[in-house]
């Protein structure tokens, strides 16, 4: 079966850090670009960040940068969002996706290019 499997989420204090991560099965997940989404309510759903198929290029949104770090472990099919200094605004429910081929620049791609999804994981950050 072709899926991703994201785990992770939870509650955590403005300030704390949080680490969600992301299995892949059904296809080989050196060959995409990956990414990490998320989505308020209320809100359309943004790209957070991705990574290239070789790690060589990475992409964060300006209002995660220097907070977040996207990785990725090609043989164990897995890709991690490392979370710190997690703030009330970073609340949102969170999407691991994968992007077939290799990408100079991945922040140029949509939403719509990414063709794996993960279920979804809420990350609350409140006092």
């Known amino acids: 079966q072709v899926q991703l499997v994201e785990s992770g989420g939870g509650l955590v204090q403005p300030g704390g850090s949080l680490r969600l991560s992301c299995a892949a099965s059904g296809f080989n997940l050196r060959y995409y670009t990956i990414g990490w989404f998320r989505q308020a309510p209320g809100k359309e759903r943004e790209g957070v960040s991705c990574?290239?198929?070789?790690?060589?290029?990475?992409h964060y949104a300006d209002s995660v940068k220097g907070r977040f770090t996207i990785s990725r472990d090609n043989a164990k099919e897995m890709m991690y969002l490392q979370m710190n200094s997690l703030k009330p605004e970073d609340t949102a429910v969170y999407y691991c996706?994968?992007?077939?081929?290799?990408?100079?620049?991945?922040?140029?791609?949509?939403?719509?290019?990414?063709?794996?999804w993960g279920q979804g994981t809420q990350v609350t950050v409140s006092s």
């Open positions: 996706a994968a992007s077939l081929g290799y990408r100079d620049n991945c922040a140029t791609l949509l939403a719509s290019d990414f063709q794996k």
């Open positions: 990574l290239s198929t070789t790690k060589s290029s990475s």
